[in-house]
């Protein structure tokens, strides 16, 4: 009964639609009218975009490597107004018209790395992995205008020193614990803003209006954690890096990108090592090799050896390069996730499907 009301009801209201006089020539939806035989060519000529509000649209890169054996992030201290000195993530406005949101993004990186007309600058390219993370777009994250931000990952191995673009003093790598992620302006048990777009974990979000004490510090690169004022980032970029940490903590647990970090052939103990900096935890050598190997497709034996044994002697380690796998199956869970709480109303996964590295 109650689906016969509903499509008599959809009738009805079709009915009364289509019997409605038409306005003549028809309308625009905007309070504007053409002529019925309008084609679309002389509708087009005849549009006006500013009849809406502007929206700007930009690209924000997340770009991650390791230097020194920890997790770094290429961050630009911005030359001009809004938030003028405060350090950034390395993007701009989208050219409309001449390029997508993904050669956007890859020309940025490309800027900002010093890889943009150098030689070799395509094999580097070719070697970096770049995934689209997110968009923000609350309407005061920025203080200019309503700008939209689609936001990229980057991973990539030896990056080289950056180059600062044409509207930034300086770039840097800086490393991910020395900056401020914490979420400004409510505790840290507070639950996601109405803004969260779903690519991080927890919603966490940085600061979006300066400060009289966030006067920007100088690269981090060699200063240990805790050496230095956390660096508070403008904009909310605090918010789109912490979730593309998140997002890149998460990915190298079911997915081979971890060996995005290293080049073509390396060891396991140098793949173990892009899992401590990333995740930001010690594993045991031995555990960690016996998972990795026994994860179908995820490396693949070279059959060649280093030139040379560790540090501390010993035999030569085999060189590896990454297998055909999409995805990690068993999965290489963080420590720190290994042994969640169980749910009751929650089945737990089969055992194959899961395996732990312990630290």
């Not at 927890?202 to 009289?212: A, L, N, V």
Request: one cysteine or more; a negative charge.
């Amino acid at each position: 009964m109650i689906c016969r009301r509903v499509k008599r009801s959809l009738r009805c209201a079709h009915s009364e639609k289509d019997a409605r006089p038409a306005a003549p020539g028809g309308s625009t939806g905007r309070g504007r009218s053409v002529p019925v035989d309008t084609t679309e060519q002389e509708w087009l000529a005849a549009y006006d975009p500013r009849a809406y509000t502007p929206v700007a649209v930009t690209v924000d890169v997340v770009a991650l490597t390791l230097r020194h054996g920890r997790l770094h992030v290429l961050l630009v201290e911005r030359a001009l107004p809004p938030y003028q000195g405060r350090w950034a993530l390395p993007g701009g406005f989208l050219r409309a018209g001449e390029e997508s949101l993904d050669e956007a993004a890859a020309r940025e990186f490309a800027e900002e790395t010093g890889l943009h007309g150098t030689v070799g600058a395509e094999a580097a390219l070719s070697r970096i992995h770049l995934e689209q993370l997110g968009s923000y777009g609350a309407p005061d994250r920025d203080p200019r205008m309503h700008v939209v931000s689609v936001a990229y990952l980057a991973f990539a191995p030896d990056l080289p020193d950056p180059r600062a673009g044409t509207d930034a003093a300086h770039a840097a790598w800086h490393p991910v614990t020395a900056l401020d992620l914490r979420p400004a302006g409510r505790s840290e048990t507070a639950g996601a803003p109405a803004d969260t777009h779903g690519g991080g974990v927890d919603g966490r979000t940085g600061s979006t209006e300066p400060s009289e004490s966030s006067a920007p510090a100088g690269p981090a690169e060699d200063a240990e954690p805790g050496d230095r004022t956390p660096i508070e980032l403008a904009f909310d970029h605090a918010r789109i890096v912490a979730d593309g940490l998140d997002r890149a903590r998460a990915k190298i647990e079911y997915s081979p990108l971890a060996t995005a970090f290293l080049h073509h052939d390396f060891t396991i103990p140098e793949l173990r090592a892009v899992y401590e900096a990333v995740w930001d935890e010690k594993l045991h050598p031995g555990n960690f090799h016996r998972k990795v190997l026994s994860v179908p497709g995820f490396v693949e034996g070279t059959g060649t050896t280093t030139d040379r044994g560790g540090a501390r002697g010993g035999p030569r380690a085999r060189t590896y390069h990454a297998g055909d796998a999409r995805l990690l199956h068993p999965a290489l869970l963080r420590p720190a996730r290994s042994d969640p709480r169980p749910d009751p109303a929650t089945p737990a996964p089969p055992p194959a499907a899961r395996t732990t590295i312990r630290p």
